[in-house]
């Protein structure tokens, strides 16, 4: 079977990159990328293609290619379900907050909303792609729903979980490691070979994996999960190597010129964020749980455990160096992002670290080259910590990175971005009380040239003799 219409149902951080590369690759394809969220949808097809909805480099560009040939973004979901050969569900799949697994379970009521409505409009056989990232086993669900809801046309459910990263994701899509699909070799052969088909248009044949359907769900997470696990491994070293006077940067160099070990997510940090590992993780933790694998459920979760002890330790550590009282002083947020080159701030170690020195009556001061003032208000109120009063008392968010510094107490780097390695820390330093302090919660910044200026330097994990 040859695919010449594909549709996407979530436009957010996955469903909007892959399908404006599978668009740009594939001109033979039809590629309509649907949502609920009309805000979302307009922004999408926003005349000015610097204002799309996600900020990755290389992105708009990609979609000023495509959009409108080949690549079309709706609010017309059942329209676009309808047309669609091939359908990608590529909604969100957040821990659930609520009722049973409340806490660690993903939340699949997104998905099954999807799987519904695919059976309550599809007139013709199609293929369903699972493109979130999902427990092992949901394809059965899917499946269940789709075959007793339907009006009797034939399903295929594949997995094709997506690696990108946020922050490199156009390069990611364009050059994958691997492009994993998970079918049902028996009676769904057709369907693998069809999405082979469309990865093979740019991607090496040897890159395309194809396994059960299982195996490649559960690649995902774990996936995931050793990639965090590597980052709570550091950033544990990164403790012990601020009592003992070892470096973690020499020492993450040391280890990972092992070929066995490698040089990738070595990089001590305030600790890891975004919208997945915690999520994929607890989600993990969760499916050993209900198999009653508790000892693989515990190891796992240390992960986490590892990763909240850093936001608070670097939190701590704030604190304590201001002479045990941050009260009334304003501290100045570089970034707010949970990466640098994105402008997604979900899991964002900032959150958890100004929530904590909000709690100590710290003046929060933030500048984020990408991210908007409105988003780092939604993100405090989203904790559930305090009203929109005490939040906007407590935090200005700032456009301009030396007004946001001036007259600051402390600096607190929270995201990587390479605009603050190259500002004039002089400057930065002649405008704040003093001593001024800097807490590089990304170790980017170099200590010999911040110390010279006369800043006190904390570096994660730094040599402290
Ligand atoms: P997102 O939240 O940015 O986008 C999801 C979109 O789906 C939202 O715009 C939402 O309005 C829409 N949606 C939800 N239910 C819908 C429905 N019934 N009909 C139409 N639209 C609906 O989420 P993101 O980050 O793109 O993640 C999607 C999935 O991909 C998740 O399972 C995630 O774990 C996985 N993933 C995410 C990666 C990332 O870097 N963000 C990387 C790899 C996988």
């Not at 219409?5 to 990159?17: D, N, R």
């Not at 569900?89 to 939340?107: Q, R």
């Not at 195996?215 to 550091?234: D, M, Y």
């Not at 009653?292 to 990763?307: F, H, P, R, S, T």
């Amino acid at each position: 079977m040859k695919i010449t219409s594909i549709c996407c149902i979530g436009a957010g951080y996955v469903g909007g990159p892959t399908m404006a590369i599978i668009a740009q690759k594939c001109p033979h394809i039809k590629v309509t990328v649907v949502d609920l969220n009309e805000e979302r949808i307009a922004a999408w097809n926003d005349d000015d293609v610097n204002n799309i909805p996600i900020y990755e480099p290389g992105l708009s560009d990609l979609v000023a290619e495509a959009r409108g040939k080949n690549l079309f973004f709706s609010t017309e979901v059942e329209k676009a379900i309808d047309e669609a050969q091939m359908i990608f569900i590529s909604v969100n799949t957040p821990t659930k907050t609520y009722g049973l697994g409340k806490g660690m379970a993903a939340d699949l009521k997104y998905i099954e909303l999807c799987a519904r409505q695919i059976a309550a409009v599809a007139k013709e056989n199609k293929i369903v792609v699972e493109k979130s990232t999902l427990p092992v086993r949901t394809a059965e669900a899917v499946k269940n729903i789709l075959d007793n809801t339907g009006n009797g046309v034939q399903f295929q459910i594949l997995s094709n979980p997506e690696f990108l990263a946020e922050g490199t994701a156009v390069q990611d899509l364009l050059n994958p490691d691997r492009v994993l699909i998970g079918g049902d070799a028996t009676n769904g052969q057709e369907a693998i070979d069809a999405l082979v088909e469309v990865y093979a248009n740019w991607v090496p044949r040897e890159k395309i994996l194809t396994t059960n359907l299982w195996s490649s769900e559960l690649s995902k997470l774990t996936a995931n999960a050793f990639l965090a696990q590597r980052v709570s491994s550091i950033n544990a070293m990164s403790e012990l190597c601020e009592k003992t006077g070892a470096d973690i940067n020499e020492l993450s160099k040391a280890i990972g010129m092992d070929s066995r070990i490698g040089p990738k997510f070595l990089k001590a940090s305030v600790g890891f964020g975004g919208s997945c590992f915690q999520k994929d993780i607890l989600n993990l933790v969760y499916i050993a749980k209900t198999y009653g694998l508790n000892k693989v459920a515990d190891y796992w979760e240390q992960v986490v455990i590892m990763n909240d002890h850093q936001k608070r330790r670097f939190s701590n550590n704030i604190v304590q160096t201001l002479y045990n009282t941050v009260s009334g002083k304003k501290i100045a947020f570089l970034g707010w992002a949970f990466k640098k080159d994105t402008n997604d701030t979900r899991e964002s170690a900032a959150i958890n670290v100004s929530d904590f020195l909000l709690n100590e009556q710290a003046k929060i001061a933030v500048y984020d080259p990408r991210v908007k003032e409105k988003q780092i208000i939604n993100d405090l109120i989203y904790l559930k910590s305090r009203s929109l009063d005490d939040i906007k008392k407590g935090v200005i968010v700032y456009d301009n990175p030396y007004e946001v510094c001036r007259g600051a107490h402390a600096i607190a780097i929270l995201t990587e971005w390479d605009e603050f390695k190259e500002y004039d820390w002089q400057k930065i330093y002649d405008n704040m009380q003093k001593p001024a302090f800097v807490f590089d919660g990304r170790n980017i910044l170099d200590a010999k040239k911040m110390t010279t200026i006369g800043f006190v330097f904390n570096a994660i994990g730094g040599a402290n003799e």
